[in-house]
């Protein structure tokens, strides 16, 4: 039999007869009244409200791809019969049943409330810690064990459904409380609520006609972020992008034209050669964009960080002049706030006045610690950001909004739409019936662009910016509490002095047979295979993944990162210990 749905453990939780799935529920029935047009009972039906008998054919229960295949049978005495909650079998059906289909809404509920609880149950089973974070398997064997192939005729509902769960079988269970690898973590339930809902709208964010209240929501969440970086009454633009790299690249093509407006139709051949600056801890998307945006990635001049990974300045001011004295117009520079592995911030104060002085557009990569504007207690680290002319901001790192959530803070206002604009007379008509600044879409490199704001917008109504502080700071938290415990635990070995600025904790972990090493070249280079072959063990015991990488002439260690907010203080004690079991051979 099909699952009695995700409604059924209601009537579980209260106390119920468990044994049966036949409980009458009058609130589902009442409830079922508020629908119009025959889909109140409908519904009833499909929640299996109302006496149901349990199937005549005892296999079918221990026949599981038969039970995915099934919806409740109903309690009519005559067989076969007509009513609305007759058995329906996914293994006959295919997606031309279901709506819009001529009487497919029956078969669309029961459907999707069968994708539903597949949903359900994962996400439960994601925060068990007792589950694992990975059930890994090496490409090859992963491509054999499942037929992932195409095909040209149509596979069954039943099909579809055993592929919804394959897929999520080997998932990587990114909301598991011990899942560390990447900087976005977690899942929060109302943003998944959001993100049902908007691929429920499944519609476009270029004119308000088709995203009334989406194109809205994202006026009001875009200036609310601007107001929070310190720009006076929120005033200026900004956009949701597909990440923080396209972000880093619209500000660097704004930063572009704002210089060289010309360049806008005649193009690079009609500018000087340009410079850009970035640190060297920045992220590769400042030098893919500058690739994409023809200017070229030895265009990009790194600038020198020190020890804990900050930009400095006066490094940045003699590359400037001397770029300036090669013949190249120095247009953008890129503050980081929050790098990528240290989770290093830029000085920003000292960059902005530079930037000031030779009359350089300043960005602020904020991919990874914008975040922390919303605390109060860690606000400090942005100090001067209200001084930038863009912001980088992702969301869906540390608010734990689902991907993909980014936005670029522009503090000029109407720059992003001249500089794209193209006036597609088809989309952006000038003799429309409202306010045509709500048609977002002439300001994009995208025409279509999906709906990414009311998931952030969802959990704001949610959560409040109180809410927000509160898990961003326990975040900080957590890593200050790895950082105590490993910085004199026999061991392990801390890549920088200092407690971090950020989540990051970066550190050496050295087996026992490596501590006591005196060949100083041997030593690192049996170390450098530690962390990669600890972390292979940790996703093939599926117990945790942290990442790691080296860094210039340092050899590879854990980069340790927080931004789930399901970790707990003991999920970084079981961290520690999983390293040392894992490592203690090496």
Known sequence: MASHGFWSLGAQSAGGDNSSPSTPRAWCQAAAQKFTGGIGSKLCALLNVGEMEKTADPSAAADPKQGASLAETCSCSDKPCSCSRATVGFSHLYSTDLLPALDGDLKTLNFLQEVVDILLAYIVESFDRSTKVID???PNELLQRNNWELSDEPETLDDIL?????TLKYAIKTAHPRYFNQLSTGLDMVGLAADWLTSTANTNMFTYEVAPVFVLLEYVTLKKMREIIGWENGRGDGIFSPGGAISNMYAMLLARYKMFPEVKEKGMSSVPKLAAFTSEHSHFSIKKGAAALGIGTESVICIKADERGKMIPSDLERRIVEAKQKGYVPFFVSATAGTTVYGAFDPLI?????CKKYGVWMHVDGAWGGSLLMSRKHRWKLNGVERANSMTWNPHKMMAVPLQCSALLVREEGLMQSCNQMHACYLFQQDKHYDLSYDTGDKALQCGRHVDIFKLWLMWRAKGTIGFEAQIDKCLELSEYLYNKIKDREGYEMVFDGKPQHTNVCFWYLPPGLRYVEDKVEKMKRLHKVA????????????????YQPQGDKVNFFRMVISNPAATFEDIDFLIEEIERLGQDL
Request: glycine share 4%; net charge positive; charged share 15%.
């Open 136 to 138: 890994f398997h090496y």
């Open 162 to 166: 055993i592929s919804c769960r394959a």
């Open 350 to 354: 000292a960059i902005s006045d530079i």
């Open 532 to 547: 990669p072959t600890i972390k292979a063990r940790m996703m093939e015991y599926g117990t945790t993944m942290v990442s």
